[in-house]
């Protein structure tokens, strides 16, 4: 089936620090790539997304790359602030006979300090 | 533009009783997505409404059912609630499949 699995959390950094968070996937087929937000108490907001391989998805200084041959979409800022202190989850779909199979990552957490 | 909109924001049962949850998507979107996000567990899908038909659903119980009305809201039914419904109760909603606008949520607690 398919899956997705991202690093364990939290991660924790200081303002202005380097971000990764990994996100590796198993799919059948050739799945689309997305990165969501969830700020507390709010729901899911779309990040950035790509839909096949090697596309650049970008937005709000957050980018992440399409790899087939790693099977992964890890997520990278140059440059946190405290106000990027949220949950990440990664997420893959795939389209089958018009139906639409979404799968989630079980999220990470990123706590920034100022 | 208003965004997705979902009640009660939570909600209090006792196991074995049932619950419904509802759902309106954005203006102009015809899909609704219900996810369960249960501690620990990610996301899991539930269902997928299309057009007021239900295209898709994921692997659980014929218990947890809903529909999708003219207007494109929706409700999410649960039957015979176990503790492990306990959980936060996501709706999306989208025109593309792709690009999905999460509601804030409803979180169910079983007692």
């Known amino acids: 089936g398919n899956s997705v699995t991202q690093m364990e959390g939290p991660v924790t950094l200081s303002e202005e620090a380097f971000l990764t968070i990994n996100c590796t996937y198993t799919?059948?087929?050739?799945?689309?790539l997305f990165w969501y937000v969830q700020y507390p108490g709010e729901g899911l907001q779309l990040l950035l997304k790509?839909?096949?391989?090697?596309d650049k998805g970008s937005n709000k200084g957050f980018e992440a790359t399409y790899r087939k041959e790693t099977t992964s979409f890890h997520l990278e800022k140059g440059s946190v602030q405290v106000s990027d202190s949220a949950v990440y989850f990664c997420a893959l779909s795939l389209t089958s006979g018009g139906s639409y199979i979404p799968t989630f990552g079980r999220g990470t957490s990123l706590i920034v300090h100022p | 533009e208003a965004g997705v909109t979902q009640s009660p924001t939570h909600l209090i049962k006792t196991r074995g009783q049932q619950v419904t949850l509802r759902c309106s998507p954005i203006s102009g979107h015809t899909s609704v997505y219900w996810y369960q996000q249960a501690l620990g567990l990610g996301l899991q899908f539930l269902l997928w409404y299309d057009e007021g038909e239900e295209r898709n659903r994921g692997n659980f119980p014929p218990r947890f059912s809903g529909r999708q009305f003219p207007n494109y809201s929706s409700e999410l039914n649960v039957n015979a609630l176990e503790l492990e419904d306990s959980a936060l109760y996501l709706c999306a909603s989208s025109r593309f499949w792709y690009e999905q606008y999460f509601g804030p949520g409803t979180r169910l607690t079983v007692t």
């Open positions: 790509a839909t096949k391989a090697d």
């Open positions: 799919a059948t087929g050739y799945p689309s």
